[in-house]
């Protein structure tokens, strides 16, 4: 299963830093995106594009998570020669992490 089946994303920039909501579809899928969708395997997903921290905040209310990427951007909308300066297209490749569970079902 892939995240994209159970939560939608959206991107926004600020100079080398990319922001990317994962919010979930239904709420009672919320706890797996905490579970699974974690800071680390999200800096492990983007590895070679995100140089930085991650963090992430978690936004019960809204059934949504939101990572900071730092350093993600090749040095921002006017730094940088990149095709997606403003990494919108890094919401998709997140989309596409699998969630399946551990033991495979």
Same mark, same amino acid.
């Given at each position: 299963?892939?995240?994209?089946?159970?939560?939608?994303?959206?991107?926004?920039?600020?100079?080398?830093?990319?922001?990317?909501?994962?919010?979930?579809?239904?709420?009672?899928?919320? $706890? *797996?995106?905490?579970? +699974?969708?974690?800071?680390?395997?999200?800096? /492990? #997903?983007?590895?070679?594009?995100?140089?930085?921290?991650?963090?992430?905040?978690?936004?019960?209310?809204?059934?949504?998570?939101?990572?900071?990427?730092?350093? $993600? *951007?090749?040095?921002? +909308?006017?730094?940088?020669?990149?095709?997606? /300066? #403003?990494?919108?297209?890094?919401?998709?490749?997140?989309?596409?992490?699998?969630?399946?569970?551990?033991?495979?079902?």
């Amino acid at each position: 299963m892939k995240l994209r089946d159970i939560a939608h994303s959206r991107t926004g920039d600020k100079g080398n830093i990319c922001n990317i909501s994962v919010i979930a579809y239904r709420a009672d899928d919320y $706890a *797996l995106l905490c579970h +699974v969708v974690t800071a680390e395997r999200v800096k /492990a #997903h983007f590895a070679g594009v995100v140089h930085g921290e991650v963090v992430r905040y978690e936004l019960p209310g809204i059934a949504a998570l939101n990572f900071v990427l730092k350093d $993600a *951007l090749g040095g921002g +909308v006017t730094r940088s020669l990149a095709l997606d /300066a #403003h990494g919108k297209s890094l919401s998709s490749r997140l989309l596409d992490l699998d969630i399946r569970p551990a033991d495979g079902s």
